[in-house]
């Protein structure tokens, strides 16, 4: 038999503020632990995502995104008191009696109806104080009385007590496009964190902490098979799942970017360019995590400010989970004028950072023609040997925590170029429906586009604020010219012809450290792309491998060359695209980030 409406969301209010009550001075202030670190945080949260306008999840996709954000915001910093499953689901009946729900009338549900009825349980609080229940027998009582009022068990209440902090995540943007010539799925996420303090003592109270946001986007193939948790999931499904891992990463960072949540700890030792510092596994600290180095200081006014003198790495981590732990130690970047009992303040990144490469590096091309009859095309290519410059885009992933090596990264990437050499294009394929009598004059090109698609492993030490590094990787090299079907420039079929061959790369680089998050540098390198008669031809997203059927050799592409260029090395703290998302995020399932 369903209980009248209105006494259950009665009872559900006061069993979610009930659970929040805390034990007076959980939670340090962030100036409070300015000078004796950081102090472990209780967390609790709903099960329960939080959507504004007319964003419907289905069940698959709420598990989804559960499981990742959940996973991403579980983090060894914090302790996590989860609250029970019936206020999980009375919480969500609540929010389901309306219809559409903007983010401004989705906080203001919030304070509206969950805040006054954490305010009230709050004054319990008081009341426990003010009888002065302090010994153990005292306060089961107390709470077994608190329970029995309110229809629950007093060790569902034991679970949660001792939470002074909340989260809620919530989703205000989702779309999800299908391509079919790419045979791809995209998932676009916009969404965050509501955060809140719950404040016991003579004022009890609830404070928003703050609205962390970030949008996101993931892409899959629509022709592979995916599975999550050994479940099967559709693609799409499965590219929301991705966008929901990217998503979690970034709020993971926003997260420990606020004051109450970073970690911050007193220098203990100082060996030239090593400190050693109380923090370790414990608190989730990982190899190469960087750490600000200073001092804490008081304006006449009042203010509590950090003053920087430098920054470090942390070189080993120490297993500090039980009392007598050793300590962790961090190598100098940038060193100042330091001391024992300096602070160190995290700086917290996504350990993915992104590199621009400049380059200059030789290619070759060999005059030939190429012929496919079913496609109704004939390429010339004229010759050219020389140098040209390209942009590396980068991705460098930092698995120093899972290779136990400082300073390794896994890197994927791109570079984009051109080569200044003559091609033409014949095309005679009239039986297509895009084809037009002006199709038969040849289309003459200048340039032609050359890309590289890489993946490779880097090594980097640090010498001080200077850095070496070492680079290897694979690569797809890719020749492409191409013309507009039709003869109409905006509205006609945009064809692509390219040619692909693979080979190598080695780089090694010298680099400084501008600051924290920022290299600069040079390298030099070799590179080797063989010639290979392997092409295709793409109407728009649409591809088709060709075969040479002219007879005659067909041009050729080749680079084994010297490359050399600048380096400039950043370390975001979020992306919106980032496809190591899962694999780090995930990794925390097995304890390996």
Do not use: C
């Amino acid at each position: 038999m369903k209980k009248p409406k209105h006494h259950f969301l009665k009872n559900t209010f006061a069993l979610f503020a009930l659970s929040l009550v805390l034990l007076s001075g959980t939670g340090t202030p962030a100036r409070a632990q300015a000078t004796t670190g950081y102090t472990r945080k209780s967390i609790s949260y709903p099960t329960v995502i939080l959507t504004t306008g007319n964003i419907r999840l289905t069940q698959n996709e709420e598990a989804l995104f559960t499981d990742a954000i959940n996973t991403g915001i579980q983090i060894a910093r914090f302790d996590y008191n989860p609250l029970p499953e019936d206020i999980h689901f009375s919480f969500k009946a609540a929010l389901s009696r309306e219809s559409s729900i903007t983010e401004e009338e989705l906080e203001k549900h919030i304070a509206g109806s969950l805040v006054p009825e954490i305010i009230k349980i709050l004054d319990l609080h008081k009341e426990m104080r003010a009888q002065n229940l302090l010994t153990e027998a005292q306060r089961n009582s107390f709470i077994a009385l608190k329970a029995k009022e309110t229809g629950v068990t007093a060790q569902q209440l034991e679970q949660i007590m001792n939470s002074s902090y909340l989260y809620i995540p919530f989703i205000n943007k989702y779309s999800s496009q299908k391509n079919d010539d790419k045979k791809e799925v995209s998932a676009s996420l916009s969404g965050g964190l509501f955060w809140y303090h719950i404040i016991a003592g003579d004022d009890p109270r609830v404070e928003k902490i703050i609205k962390l946001t970030s949008e996101v986007s993931a892409t899959v193939d629509t022709e592979e098979s995916f599975t999550v948790g050994g479940k099967g999931v559709s693609p799409r499904e499965y590219a929301f799942w991705s966008a929901a891992n990217t998503l979690a990463m970034n709020l993971e960072i926003m997260t420990r970017e606020l004051d109450m949540f970073k970690l911050s700890a007193p220098v203990a030792e100082i060996l030239r360019r090593k400190i050693r510092f109380p923090l370790g596994s414990a608190e989730g600290i990982r190899l190469d995590d960087p750490f600000f180095v200073g001092e804490w200081y008081e304006s006449g006014a009042g203010d509590i400010s950090f003053q920087k003198s430098g920054f470090v790495r942390v070189s080993t981590v120490a297993d500090n989970r039980s009392p007598g732990g050793q300590l962790s130690e961090a190598v100098a970047i940038k060193k100042g004028d330091w001391s024992r009992g300096m602070m160190i303040v995290e700086h917290p990144r996504l350990g993915i950072d992104i590199a621009l490469r400049p380059r200059w590096f030789g290619v070759t091309v060999e005059e030939g023609f190429m012929m496919n009859i079913k496609e109704g095309f004939v390429v010339y290519f004229d010759d050219y040997s020389g140098g040209t410059v390209g942009l590396d885009l980068n991705f460098q992933w930092n698995i120093a925590n899972l290779v136990q090596k400082r300073q390794t990264f896994l890197t994927f990437g791109g570079t984009a170029s051109a080569i200044p050499v003559k091609n033409v294009i014949f095309d005679y394929k009239f039986w297509d429906n895009q084809w037009n009598w002006i199709d038969l004059i040849p289309v003459q090109n200048w340039v032609a586009g050359l890309y590289y698609a890489h993946i490779g492993y880097l090594k980097r030490y640090y010498l001080g604020p200077f850095a070496v590094h070492g680079e290897a990787g694979l690569g797809i090299q890719t020749v492409s010219t191409g013309k507009i079907r039709g003869g109409d420039y905006y509205d006609g079929e945009k064809v692509t012809i390219s040619n692909y061959t693979v080979g190598v790369r080695l780089n090694v680089g010298l680099e400084y450290a501008v600051n924290i998050d920022w290299n600069v540098g040079i390298f030099a390198g070799v590179q080797a792309f063989p010639p290979i008669d392997r092409w295709n031809v793409k109407y728009g997203d649409k591809e088709i491998d060709i075969h040479n059927e002219s007879g005659w050799a067909a041009p050729k592409f080749y680079s084994y060359s010297p490359s050399f260029g600048i380096y400039v090395h950043f370390s975001p703290p979020t992306l919106p695209f980032n496809p190591a998302a899962i694999v780090q995020n995930q990794m925390k399932n097995t304890g390996s980030n």
